[in-house]
């Protein structure tokens, strides 16, 4: 997928993982050539010694040199730079997300407006499994924060409304985003069986950002390629992706990721709205967390149908489009359809009905 884009007499490196300082590889590429950046920069946690559970274990904690800066003042200086550097790139109607903790979220945002980008949205992103806080000296960080800003109060910024409210079963998608962090076999190790990355976000948070708020073929950009999960979501739904990284052994360890990445077909990637009112658990979000995929076709238990899932959360069968629910009725010339019970995936030969999944869902959150 590895391709280049003339832009303004320059070329646009698509699909690469490019090596060195972010600010200094933003500043080389051309002007107003990229249309979303996601960044997950640098925390500046201030960690004060090693923290331990309660077993005695030692916790595996953000202490890496790039997270760390002597004051303040060099944390906005760096905030700054990079901040500058990424709005040049972006389009007169791009747009930029960026992820932060309570550590740093609240100065990047106020360099974001004093660099003249527009706030259209503050999301929570709430934990369902967070780390429990060990000291017991404080409330559990149960959640991150995401800014997304468009360019200028001009911009016409993409907003894929309709998208996002079919992946919430069509309810207006709100600003608190509930939703795992990376762990189990999604968290990527290295060859010693340690975190690759500690940082590492989950591709469920990406794939809804990405539906959102890009189109098929936009260019993403994230100046903090860290383990590639942006590069990772966006080759999976058909955006052209350009990573900046200088740690090695993070580079090589999102180069071996993005390899084993298909790129959904184009029906797949088409998103549209789902009218049905949302039950408790969304069938987008068994989408975004990876349980089910786009592409991957459900069959109804009756064993009469079959239809393929799209990365909103819509099902296509034949000319039919929409909701678990709407596909089931359609298909069946019925007034109306439970989907959850009228769905089933197959899993080693066995159908398997998709409300098992939902039921998981549902168990964790009364963790």
């Known amino acids: 997928m590895t391709k280049t884009k003339k832009t303004a007499g320059a070329t646009l490196p698509l ?15 051309p002007e107003e ?5 996601f960044a997950d920069p640098p925390y500046n946690l201030q960690l004060k010694g090693e923290l331990h559970r309660p077993d005695n274990s030692k916790v595996d904690a953000v202490d890496n040199d790039w997270d760390q800066f002597s004051s303040f003042q060099k944390y906005d200086e760096f905030s700054r730079d990079w901040l500058k550097a990424a709005r040049r790139i972006l389009k007169p109607n791009g747009a930029i997300w960026v992820i932060g903790s309570y550590h740093n979220i609240f100065r990047v945002g106020a360099v974001l407006q ?16 967070p780390m429990p806080n060990f000291r017991g000296m404080r409330l559990t960080n149960a959640h991150e924060t995401m800014i997304w800003a468009a360019k200028s109060e001009k911009s016409k910024n993409t907003f894929n409304y309709e998208a996002l409210k079919a992946l919430n079963d069509g309810v207006q998608m709100r600003s608190d985003w509930v939703l795992p962090i990376c762990n189990g076999h999604e968290r990527l190790k290295d060859k010693d069986g340690n975190k690759a990355h500690p940082t590492q976000k989950p ?23 860290g383990s590639g999960t942006t590069g990772a979501v966006a080759k999976k739904l058909g955006r052209n992706f350009i990573g900046i990284e200088r740690e090695a052994a993070y580079r090589e360890v999102a180069e071996a990721r993005l390899k084993s990445i298909r790129t959904l077909d184009s029906s797949s ?3 549209s709205q789902s009218k049905r009112a949302a039950p408790r658990v969304p069938f987008g979000q068994l989408v975004e967390r990876g349980m089910l995929r786009p592409g991957e076709k459900l069959h ?10 799209r990365a909103d959360g819509t099902l296509i069968a034949h000319d039919t489009k929409g ?18 019970t009228y769905w089933c995936f197959r899993k080693e030969g066995k159908n398997i009905p998709i409300d098992l999944l939902r039921q998981q869902i549902r168990a964790e959150m009364q963790v």
């Open 323 to 340: 909701s678990i629910h709407q596909v089931g009725a359609a298909l069946e010339g019925a007034p109306s359809c439970n989907g959850w």
């Open 15 to 29: 699909n690469q993982i490019l090596s060195g300082d972010c600010i200094e590889v933003m500043n080389s590429l």
């Open 114 to 129: 004093d660099a003249g980008y527009w706030i259209l949205n503050d999301v929570i992103w709430r934990k369902s499994n």
């Open 33 to 37: 050539s990229v249309d979303l950046i």
């Open 269 to 271: 990637l088409e998103v």
């Open 203 to 225: 591709e469920s948070l990406l794939h809804r950002l990405l539906v959102g708020s890009t189109n098929p073929g936009d260019v993403v950009l994230d100046p903090f390629f």
């Open 300 to 309: 109804s238990l009756n064993g009469r149908h079959s239809a393929k899932i």
